[in-house]
């Protein structure tokens, strides 16, 4: 799954051919009468694996988004499109279903699975190719419009990210110090590493349409050079994203007020996130028309971040290791 731990790279963190697919038959059109149209917004989940529980969390994203921008258009890029059979209906909505072929290729020689990411947005940006282009991990919620970061995109050159992390230079984890030891003073596809470099989370990925292809050509061509160089840790194609929106960006925006990324307390929400499911499920309801009830109270009752004392994890795995007293099974 895409979505991971990025904010701390100790734990990380969402080929050379490209997928051969059929281009969409929406296409961007311009009425001759009116000014230049701003780009449209393409909101893309990139959702493979089969832990089921990736699929819970991007429905419950999607279902977010749908609430506050039911105009967007949007893209689902699946392994398993089954799990999105309920959204087929919404002509926005486009689901493309990837084979493991693919999967394989876009991980490269390496087989780095986020590089997932970057081949997702080009993947994109050949369906929207008059988009901007909006990736978002499937662990996050839209709690307040996206609007201005979505003008944001259309109005300059800026990119949207889901926050900083800091300096690198600052960061105390020993990864990140083997990380900035190994990023001071270079220079990736013409573009030089400053030294005050702040490590922006990737929860959210918002790139303007203007020069994307260009772009999205430098996120891989940084991410491939990160990894031959063997750069410590896990969090290559963030740092890849980063640099190169440094260098091809006007600003670096964020958007952590609005989208909220539980990366660090998972089990929790997704425990709420089932129950809400299971809930329209069983009563038949639509769970557009309930979640705009259920987010403010997720909000205001679940962290973002629930981190245990290292005591309690090491009790946590011991206790895992401990084998049952009795198991009676049905025969």
């Not at 105009?71 to 398993?80: A, F, M, R």
């Not at 609007?147 to 300096?167: A, W």
Request: glycine share 4%; aromatic share 10%.
């Amino acid at each position: 799954m895409v979505s991971r731990r990025a904010h701390n790279p100790k734990i990380a963190g969402s080929n050379p051919a490209p997928a051969t697919t059929r281009l969409s038959s929406w296409v961007f059109m311009q009425n001759s009468h009116q000014s230049i149209p701003k780009p449209k917004n393409t909101i893309i989940f990139l959702v493979i694996g089969n832990r089921e529980d990736y699929y819970y969390q991007a429905c419950f994203s999607l279902l977010s988004f749908l609430l506050k921008h039911p105009d967007c258009q949007y893209l689902l890029i699946t392994d398993h499109a089954s799990y999105f059979n309920r959204f087929k209906s919404n002509q926005n909505i486009k689901i493309h279903s990837v084979d493991p072929e693919t999967l394989k290729s876009w991980y490269g020689v390496h087989q780095y699975f986020f590089r997932s990411k970057i081949k997702t947005m080009q993947l994109a940006h050949e369906f929207f190719p008059s988009s901007n282009l909006i990736l978002v991990d499937s662990d996050t919620v839209l709690v307040n419009s996206f609007q201005k970061h979505l003008d944001l995109l259309s109005e300059s050159q800026s990119c949207v990210f889901h926050c900083s992390e800091g300096p690198m230079h600052k960061r105390r984890g020993k990864t990140s110090k083997l990380i900035w030891g190994h990023l001071q003073n270079k220079t990736y596809q013409n573009i030089l590493v400053p030294d005050d470099y702040c490590l922006m989370n990737s929860g959210a990925l918002g790139f303007p349409n203007k020069g994307i292809k260009d772009t999205l050509e430098s996120v891989l061509a940084i991410n491939d050079i990160l990894l031959d160089e063997k750069m410590p840790g896990f969090t290559h194609e963030q740092i890849a994203f980063n640099i190169a929106a440094l260098g091809k960006c006007s600003s670096l925006e964020t958007c952590e007020k609005d989208l909220l990324h539980y990366w660090g307390n998972k089990p929790e929400w997704l425990d709420s996130i089932k129950g809400f499911l299971a809930k329209c499920h069983l009563s038949q309801t639509d769970p557009l028309d309930e979640i705009a009830k259920v987010i403010p109270t997720y909000v205001s009752k679940l962290p973002v971040v629930r981190q245990k004392k290292g005591f309690a994890k090491r009790i946590d795995r011991i206790s895992k290791k401990i084998p049952f007293k009795r198991e009676i099974f049905f025969k």
